[in-house]
């Protein structure tokens, strides 16, 4: 949860960075708390600026190249301009907006494999930037992401990985330039229809979008395709619904309509 270097730009006798979280937890749309200390080398310097940035790593789609990249995807300017003398030191108390859209990185206890997610910090002395190492932070599920979670454990459903891709899914409001897929292996009710299913939140301060997708079997004749199912959750109302029944209900429907499940 600590970092503390010396600034590259300045050389040796530069200011010196320590960015501390008081909890590395935290959920989408709520805040992470924190302070960042700057302690003056051995002469003075003028700070143009101390600035925060959340950063995930995404996996994009190129034509035939696929590749990881890290992506900054919240930004947010805790101080403006000081000057910070030989040996002083000025600390920075923050609150960082988690966006409501930020991927989870934990569930049922665990850390999700194939999720990394940080906050950097930045300073800037001269026009010359620092980006400082990456403070490990902890997303949480929301509690209406939580339950629809955990009715697919109820079902059966295992858990296998969760990566972030590039990109916008169709008819779904998004406000950042990515999203998150958390696949699970078939429960075995569906065995032998699906291969996997991948489940997509995408939430604001009232509701949250869920989509999900089935990867299906294809047979000796047939070719196995992906099918869709969309729907919008309140956070208020979340807790009223039987998510187990509901979501058993869809991959049903959705598998006798192909013939897949009877």
């Given at each position: 949860?600590?970092?503390?270097?010396?600034?590259k730009?300045?050389?040796?006798?530069?200011?010196?960075v320590?960015?501390?979280?008081?909890?590395?937890?935290?959920?989408?749309g709520?805040?992470?708390?924190?302070?960042?200390?700057?302690?003056?080398?051995?002469?003075?310097?003028?700070?143009?600026?101390?600035?925060?940035?959340?950063?995930?790593?995404?996996?994009?789609?190129?034509?035939?190249?696929?590749y990881?990249?890290?992506?900054e995807?919240?930004?947010?300017q805790?101080?403006?301009?000081?000057?910070?003398?030989?040996?002083?030191?000025?600390?920075?108390?923050?609150?960082?907006?988690?966006?409501?859209?930020?991927?989870?990185?934990?569930?049922?206890?665990?850390?999700?494999?194939?999720?990394?997610?940080?906050?950097r910090t930045?300073?800037e002395?001269?026009?010359?930037?620092?980006k400082?190492?990456?403070?490990?932070?902890?997303?949480?599920?929301?509690?209406a992401?939580?339950?629809?979670?955990?009715?697919?454990?109820?079902?059966?459903?295992?858990?296998?990985?969760?990566?972030?891709?590039?990109?916008?899914?169709?008819?779904?409001?998004?406000?950042?330039?990515?999203?998150?897929?958390?696949?699970?292996?078939p429960?075995?009710?569906?065995?032998?229809?699906?291969?996997?299913?991948?489940?997509t939140?995408?939430?604001?301060?009232?509701?949250?979008?869920?989509?999900?997708?089935?990867?299906?079997?294809?047979?000796?004749?047939?070719?196995?395709?992906?099918?869709?199912g969309?729907?919008?959750?309140?956070?208020?109302?979340?807790?009223?619904?039987?998510?187990?029944?509901?979501?058993?209900?869809?991959?049903?429907?959705?598998?006798?309509?192909?013939?897949?499940?009877?």
């Open positions: 949860m600590v970092f503390k270097r010396l600034m730009a300045m050389g040796v006798g530069g200011p010196a320590e960015t501390v979280l008081a909890n590395p937890n935290c959920r989408p709520g805040q992470l708390e924190g302070r960042i200390q700057v302690v003056g080398g051995d002469h003075q310097v003028d700070i143009d600026h101390v600035t925060l940035g959340l950063v995930t790593r995404v996996e994009v789609e190129s034509g035939d190249n696929d990881d990249t890290t992506q995807f919240r930004r947010q805790i101080t403006g301009a000081f000057r910070l003398e030989p040996g002083q030191r000025h600390d920075i108390p923050f609150r960082f907006d988690v966006p409501w859209e930020t991927p989870v990185t934990e569930l049922y206890g665990q850390h999700l494999h194939g999720m990394t997610m940080g906050l930045e300073l002395v001269a026009r010359a930037v620092d400082g190492d990456l403070d490990a932070v902890s997303v949480h599920p929301l509690p992401q939580e339950r629809l979670l955990d009715a697919l454990l109820r079902l059966g459903f295992r858990f296998a990985r969760a990566d972030v891709e590039r990109g916008h899914i169709y008819g779904v409001r998004q406000t950042l330039p990515f999203y998150q897929e958390i696949e699970f292996g429960a075995p009710q569906y065995a032998r229809s699906i291969n996997q299913l991948e489940v939140f995408v939430a604001d301060a009232q509701q949250m979008q869920v989509v999900l997708e089935v990867d299906k079997r294809g047979g000796v004749f047939t070719e196995g395709r992906d099918a869709f969309r729907f919008t959750v309140d956070h208020a109302t979340a807790d009223r619904t039987d998510w187990t029944a509901e979501l058993d209900n869809w991959l049903r429907q959705s598998l006798s309509r192909r013939g897949l499940f009877s």
